[in-house]
């Protein structure tokens, strides 16, 4: 099976679209916002929240990036129409970012401001690490304006994530804690398997005693083993942090986190940009390669 996945995960770019598209239905919920709404109901009614995301990095038409602007601002309005149990997730460069800086931030702070009337909550997603530094101040300088209804990303995979943190605990800030999935420079990221979860789990530590609320995600049994054993060892409520999880991913993980009685978000992404996080989503994951193995038979 291992060679299979290999040669399946080398010939992405080959296999036709609608194949991957059988297969994307696992991971992504659909094209339209009404498609993300039913998914995140559906994950409601079985006690687990959703955060909504619609697809799409690195835009640089500036027509584009208020179309994308005011797309997220509907999810906001629906989250609040629907009653759902849902946040919202962002990019910074599918705002602006890779063209303005400025656009950017006046961007994502509008729909803070939005999410903050609707008693909502964003999450500024972290993408590759030449937009590190860029969302890491555009965050901080949310929270000095007091929009406090934000949190940011950082992956374990980073070298430079313990200073982050560090910094980060000191203002109270809310993070997601996430393995990372670019592929970095070994300068800037640690490769090893072993290496990223160890940086994983201490920076779990260093959050978890600084008393900052986190998002644990992750699908590695050792981390979540891991963070389970640091739950007990502080003695932390339920209300103190949350487990995360992708749509489609290890789902019988997943509901037994559930029954184990954490809380667990899962992120819901919808768009027409499905194409480019399917397959970032099935090359991360090359065991999926026995779903296109069916896909491509089927179809």
């Known amino acids: 099976m291992p060679i299979l996945n290999k040669l399946i995960t080398t010939a992405f770019p080959f ?35 959703a955060t909504m995301d619609l697809l799409g990095e690195d835009v640089k038409n500036a027509v584009e990036i208020e179309e994308v602007k005011n797309g997220i601002l509907s999810i906001l309005q629906s989250v609040k129409e629907n009653k759902l149990t849902s946040n919202v997730s962002i990019k910074p460069t599918q705002l602006g970012l890779k063209i303005d800086k400025d656009l950017a931030y006046r961007n994502i702070k509008t729909i803070i401001e939005e999410a903050k009337k609707l008693d909502n909550f964003v999450r500024i997603d972290m993408e590759d690490a030449t937009t590190t530094d860029d969302t890491l ?77 986190v998002g644990i995600a992750t699908h590695d049994d050792y981390l979540i083993d891991g963070a389970y054993a640091m739950i007990e060892k502080f003695g932390l409520k339920k209300e103190q942090y949350e487990f995360q999880m992708l749509l489609g991913v290890r789902e019988k993980r997943r509901d037994q986190i559930v029954k184990d009685g954490h809380c667990l978000r899962i992120y819901v992404p919808f768009g027409k940009e499905w194409y480019a996080y399917s397959t970032r989503r099935l090359q991360e994951n090359p065991q999926m390669a026995w779903y296109i193995t069916k896909a491509i038979f089927i179809h």
Do not use: H, W
């Open 15 to 49: 296999i036709p679209k609608a194949i991957i598209g059988q297969v994307a239905k696992r991971y992504i919920a659909g094209i339209a916002l009404s498609d993300g709404v039913r998914v995140a109901n559906e994950l409601n009614k079985k006690t687990m929240m």
């Open 137 to 213: 101040a555009i965050y901080q300088n949310l929270k000095t304006i007091g929009l406090t209804n934000t949190g940011v990303v950082i992956q374990a995979c980073l070298r430079r994530s313990e200073a982050d943190v560090c910094a980060l605990v000191k203002s109270g800030a809310n993070i997601r804690l996430c393995k990372g999935i670019y592929n970095e420079v070994p300068a800037l990221a640690y490769k090893g398997r072993q290496e990223i979860r160890d940086n994983y789990l201490k920076l779990l530590q260093i959050i978890f005693e600084s008393g900052c609320y």
